[in-house]
């Protein structure tokens, strides 16, 4: 079965920057989206259409795709980004899951 | 302020049925599809399935197929999730989410979550 993967945990230091990979193959290319979610608290939309931010997300939350996978990338990683983050594919060809949610990555700010 | 409100924790018993409600408000409830993902406990979300709050019309994801019912309430403003024969399995928490308009199954707006357990 189709299948997004992402690494289970990436921990960085204040200040640096976090890369959190989502990758399948193929990739379905119609929309990949971000979420985070902090413990007890239901996902909040932190990327859409692959790199375009939602209003109130903080411009260190970046987006990009590049072949078979796509990267959430947070600049100058703050103690508030801690928590699960999931991406989120969407496909309408009926070939893949109309929607998918990889498995999450568990962020730890050091 | 656009959100939606789910209600309340649910406790049943094996084989029985669960409906869950999402009250939509700050927009107009029939210009936007409505998603349902569950989370089971220290698990990640997966995917139910989508209602066109417009037209009735439905789309399941293949697990959920023929236990799994969305409907929805025009003049409430409200969704419902109902899920039947509950097993141990469908014990999580499931989430009401709004898609974009503008963006094929994307979701900006989600529900604070419903905890269904499901215990004999």
């Known amino acids: 079965s189709y299948e997004l993967t992402q690494p289970p945990s990436v921990s960085v230091s204040p200040g640096q920057t976090a890369r959190i990979t989502c990758s399948g193959d193929?990739?379905?290319?119609?929309?990949t989206s971000w979420y985070q979610q902090k413990p007890g608290q239901a996902p909040v939309m932190v990327i859409y259409?692959?790199?375009e931010r939602p209003s109130g997300i903080p411009e260190r939350f970046s987006g990009a795709s590049l072949g078979t996978t796509v990267t959430l990338t947070i600049s100058g990683v703050q103690a508030e980004d801690e928590g699960d983050y999931y991406c989120?594919?969407?496909?309408?060809?009926?070939?893949?899951?109309?929607?998918?949610f990889g498995g999450g990555t568990k962020l730890t700010v050091l | 302020q656009v959100q939606v409100v789910q209600s309340g924790a649910e406790v049943k018993k094996p084989g029985a049925s669960v409906k869950v409600s999402c009250k939509a408000s700050?927009?107009?409830?029939?210009?936007?599809?409505m998603h349902w993902v569950r989370q089971a406990p220290g698990q990640g979300l997966e995917w139910m399935g989508w209602?066109?709050?417009?037209?009735?019309?439905?789309k399941y994801a293949q697990k959920f197929q023929g236990w799994v019912t969305m409907t929805r309430e025009k003049s409430i403003n409200t969704a419902y999730m109902e899920v039947s024969r509950v097993t141990s399995d469908d014990t999580a928490v499931y989430y009401c989410?709004?898609?974009?308009?503008?963006?094929?199954?994307?979701?900006?707006?989600w529900g604070q979550g419903t905890v269904v357990t499901v215990s004999s």
């Open positions: 193929p990739l379905p290319k119609k929309s």
């Open positions: 989120q594919s969407a496909d309408r060809s009926g070939t893949y899951p109309e929607v998918l």
């Open positions: 700050g927009y107009t409830f029939t210009d936007y599809y």
């Open positions: 209602i066109n709050p417009n037209s009735g019309g439905t």
């Open positions: 259409k692959d790199s």
């Open positions: 989410a709004r898609e974009m308009a503008t963006v094929f199954r994307a979701f900006d707006i």
